[in-house]
């Protein structure tokens, strides 16, 4: 009798069990990539690379015996996921990360599946959320390539926060960004996340109050329902583009707070030289500006919190602290590009777009530049190559209001 599979993996799993050589191969050479990608996110890389040959390997040697009652793909993350704690509880305590964490999230991930996009179909089955969490850079490939796959009756929730500025100065999310680009005639029901909440300190069950905005209050309140616990707070809004605004700009301006850790580390000579008073100060020019471009884009000035939260917690650290600290220092920006070299910076995007958008809006006099000096030093730097001056003048102000 003839066999049938169900999937590539099945055919390859069924003739690596048979002993066939170039079905490992390909298997191997289908796998290896994302699977180091995966186990880098735990262990360095070139301890990702070890656990996931020996991972494999492992599977081709015990090929006769093998039992896997899930899918292959969960099957090889989870043995790579395992073995990266393996790893972890051998080295000491002092230079990895929180052992609760880790902890908490193997016992999380044990009944996890996981997919190719291939299998994106197969996955949807009996799904009650669809959450997306691309990077900016992956916009335009879960527009094209999955948007069309998803299906109507189920809920979407994106974690992608940005803007996309238009022509005339208009800044646009992207929640509102994938509802113009769904295929013609379908209607998702897109929603999405925005305010501040590092994915470790949320596993780590630390208290977390973030926002989920979107069209319909009942799909809110739906969602809400799935995903709420004793530590993970949510308020809903129908307001998208006040709360995805505001948390998007965080990217531009978390920059720009970051500037004055590398300037205190420059003028102290010291790596890690923190001086609050700096930080502090762009902090809150950063919330003046923030919250004048939310009122230019008719956002809710209450959806500010949102913004001004994720600001406090991206300024802590991460890859748009890191760039702001190497430019403080006194690199260029190539120069600290050249650093992150292979790291993804949303920051990047969104000042710039944000930085072009305001020109355009001041080009129709319907701003000021002069209401955005932080924010134009930043994209000074970036797109102009200026050097770090930070405008501190033009950061003050005189109110006489109630004066006698």
Known sequence: MKETYRSENDFLLSAVRHGDQKAFDTLFRKY????CAYGHRFVDLEDAE???????????????????????????????????LNKLAHIDATQRADTR????????????????????????????????????????????????????????????????????????????????????????NLNAIGGPCTSYELADHDDSHVAFCGKDIETLKYIKSLLETDYYHISLSTDVVGVECAVAMKNAYALGVSLAVGLAEKRDGKIGSQHYNSQAALFGQSVKEMTKLLELIGGKPE??????????????????????????????????????????????????????????????????????????????????????????????????????
């Open 101 to 188: 964490f880790y902890e908490e999230m193997q016992e999380m991930l044990q009944d996890t599946d996981y997919y190719q996009i291939e299998e994106l179909e197969e996955a949807l089955k009996g799904a009650d959320l669809v959450l997306g969490g691309v990077s900016s850079f992956g916009l335009d490939w879960f527009c094209d390539e999955i948007l069309p796959v998803l299906p109507e009756d189920v809920p979407v929730l994106t974690v992608t926060k940005g803007m996309v500025d238009l022509e005339d100065g208009t800044l646009v999310p992207y929640p509102h960004i994938f509802a113009q680009r769904q295929p013609e005639g379908k209607h998702l």
């Open 50 to 84: 070890e656990i996931v040959e020996d991972s494999l390997l492992w599977i081709w040697e015990n090929r006769e015996t093998l039992v896997i009652e899930s899918s292959l793909n969960s099957y090889l993350f989870k043995m790579v996921y395992r073995r990266a």
């Open 303 to 404: 959806n500010i919190i949102h913004g001004a939260g994720d600001l406090y917690v991206t300024i802590f650290g991460g890859r748009t602290r890191k760039i702001g600290t190497l430019l403080g220092r006194g690199l260029s920006f190539e120069e600290a590009m050249a650093e992150l070299q292979g790291v993804t910076l949303e920051s990047i995007v969104i000042s710039t777009r944000t930085a072009r958008a305001v020109r355009k809006l001041a080009e129709r006099g319907i701003v000021s530049l002069e209401d955005f000096p932080l924010l134009m030093h930043v994209d000074a730097i970036i797109n102009q190559g200026a050097e770090v001056n930070i405008p501190w003048k033009d950061f003050t102000w005189n109110d006489f209001s109630l004066a006698e």
């Open 32 to 35: 290896y990539p994302m699977l």
